[in-house]
């Protein structure tokens, strides 16, 4: 099914619509209003031949934090759309790139990940995006419907 | 037993001496040599009438968030040391001074805080800090062991 092409489809994703939600709450302005979903979610779309021009030296640009911020906000917000339970993201990041993100319901860890070389964050396409999301979002409410107890706490 | 003032034993504290140990390791070049312990952990320190000198406009010291984070860095160190299970503290701070800080054990929130005003971090006494770090890691500890499975996740 996925050919490296933008699958359509993949917009209505519940994850992309949480992303695409997040990104016109920023927008206090207006200045998106004549962006289409897609085109606001452009920038999560690194694919290789991007990547190679992004250097990892430095710190990343203060916009691809931004970005990162509400990826995983976005990721908390679907994860309680689909199982009711609270996912709140810290994230701590040194400047230069690397840091540690977890998102947390009640005393349990969903989701956990070592972030680095944050400068090239992104995906190949939006497919891949909203895939990404998808497995992120299954694996944290397999984990709060296997310890329902901790993720009360 | 406690009156106020400091009980000479409580420098001994297990947590005190984890939090010596983190002070003395980011002073490579010996400027605090001379310091005894209890001098070291001084700044820690804030009595009501220092807390009340201490304005909470404006951005907290630099200093002040070096030494949260040597705080729930020593806590993290005591914990792995009572139990063998390694505690991780993520902590992410607005500029302004609030935050929120976790340790993690595994899957497990072993320690989670919501953090304000943190320009006045501090404890009335050597021994109230003391007290402090032991009733957190108490608490760490008795969630490990409740939870031991989702601690080895």
Redesign the interface.
């Known amino acids: 099914m996925t050919t490296g092409t933008e699958a359509p489809e993949a917009i209505n994703h519940p994850f992309l619509r949480e992303l695409v939600t997040q990104f016109r709450a920023l927008d206090a302005h207006g200045a998106w209003d004549r962006k289409s979903d897609a085109q606001l979610l452009e920038p999560f779309i690194v694919d290789k031949a991007k990547r190679r021009e992004i250097p990892i030296m430095g710190d990343p640009d203060p916009e691809m934090l931004e970005r990162l911020e509400l990826f995983y906000n976005a990721l908390g917000l679907a994860i309680e759309k689909r199982c009711g339970h609270m996912a709140?993201p810290?994230?701590?990041m040194h400047h230069e790139g690397f840091g540690?993100?977890?998102l947390?319901t009640?005393?349990?860890?969903?989701v956990?990940r070592h972030l680095r070389d944050v400068h090239r964050f992104g995906f190949d396409s939006l497919d891949a995006l909203a895939r990404e999301g998808e497995r992120m979002i299954d694996a944290a409410v397999a984990?709060i419907d296997r310890?329902p107890e901790?993720a009360r706490l």
């Open positions: 709140s810290i994230m701590a540690r993100v977890v947390t009640g005393r349990l860890v969903v956990s984990l310890y901790v």
